[in-house]
């Protein structure tokens, strides 16, 4: 891939006009990742790994120029199926479930307000 290929592919220019709220959606979904991953390593249900790959491509869509505002929507929805997961299979994991819980929630609050921030300006566009 050439440099242009690249360019059309990421959202590279957009990166630096990205606020607090881009950084610490970024942040969770990794955090999300980290701890899935550690209780994947730990019990090997593959739950886990499953939550950590999805949340992986969540952000390596987000990346890119495939991206579109009504995907927050969908985020939320996988946050809110994440903690069914960790209901139903991730109990023994006290500490670690409150940080996914955490991340879980401050990422959903994020996908919403980032939702109605770049729909208002699309509304605006018009």
Do not use: K
Not at 42 to 58: D, H, I, K, N, R
């Amino acid at each position: 891939m050439d440099e242009s290929e690249t360019d059309r592919l990421l959202r590279i220019d957009t990166v630096g006009s990205w606020g607090l709220r881009y950084w610490l959606g970024l942040g969770c979904s990794v955090g999300i990742v980290a701890v899935n991953l550690i209780v994947w390593a730990e019990t090997g249900l593959p739950q886990f790994l499953a939550v950590a790959g999805s949340f992986l491509l969540g952000i390596g869509l987000f990346l890119t120029r495939f991206w579109n505002p009504v995907l927050y929507l969908v985020g939320v929805g996988h946050v809110l199926a994440l903690g069914v997961v960790w209901v139903l299979a991730g109990r023994e994991f006290l500490l670690l479930g409150v940080a996914n819980g955490v991340f879980g929630l401050v990422l959903a609050a994020v996908a919403v307000s980032l939702f109605v921030a770049e729909n208002r300006e699309t509304d605006d566009a018009y």
